[in-house]
T-cell receptor, first 112, second 115 residues
């Protein structure tokens, strides 16, 4: 079992709609969760992170965390063509050193 | 504030040759990560440093890969000898510390092609 799992996609979303991305993790003790966006040929850039159960909003992005069910999700509201990218979920392990592990990413394609 | 610097941006080598990548983290960042990202996959952690000490290298192929972070600042990742399957982007990231709410920032990466 992979430690961080994501659907690879592609997830096709009409412009203006909501994109919903999911991520599950295996280590119940994981403490914090990060969403990165990666454009083709570029390095990952941080969108937001969450470490408390519930929702966290930042602009058009909302991260949702449910530690009991071991999943974290990202919602992108009013999707734009510029949101077309691969979205990587990263989980910081509960070990002493904060090992940061990534899922394989979900490709999102926003169609005009 | 300057970001994470990596060099070179691109490298093409023949199999069995050696190669080295350099990373300069954001000033003051104690944690430094090296990731390998194969096309179509997520970043795979190779090694993590806390200051100048290795805290995780469980996925580093130690028979051919080595890394160091002298003086707790710059870091070098070396591959010797390279194999075809080492073709990937090598990403360096740094974070202020190991605590749960400290995020990691990535450099532009080095794209390695082994022919």
């Amino acid at each position: 079992q992979k430690e961080v799992e994501q659907n690879s996609g592609p997830l096709s979303v009409p412009e203006g709609a909501i994109a919903s991305l999911n991520c599950t993790y295996s280590d119940r003790g994981s403490q914090s969760f990060f969403w990165y966006r990666q454009y083709s040929g570029k390095s990952p850039e941080l969108i937001m992170f969450i470490y408390s159960n519930g929702d966290k909003e930042d602009g058009r992005f909302t991260a949702q965390l449910n530690k009991a069910s071991q999943y974290v999700s990202l919602l992108i509201r009013d999707s734009q063509p510029s949101d077309s990218a691969t979205y990587l979920c990263a989980v910081k392990a509960p070990d002493s050193w904060g090992k940061l592990q990534f899922g394989a990413g979900t490709q999102v394609v926003v169609t005009p | 504030e300057a970001g994470v610097a990596q060099s070179p941006r691109y490298k093409i080598i023949e199999k069995r040759q050696s190669v080295a990548f350099w990373c300069n983290p954001i000033s003051g960042h104690a944690t430094l990560y090296w990731y390998q990202q194969i096309l179509g996959q997520g970043p795979k952690l190779l090694i993590q440093f806390q200051n100048n000490g290795v805290v995780d290298d469980s996925q580093l192929p130690k028979d051919r890969f080595s890394a160091e972070r002298l003086k707790g600042v710059d870091s070098t990742l070396k591959i010797q000898p390279a194999k075809l399957e080492d073709s990937a982007v090598y990403l360096c990231a740094s974070s202020l510390g190991r605590h749960m709410n400290t995020e990691a920032f990535f450099g532009q990466g080095t794209r390695l092609t082994v022919v």
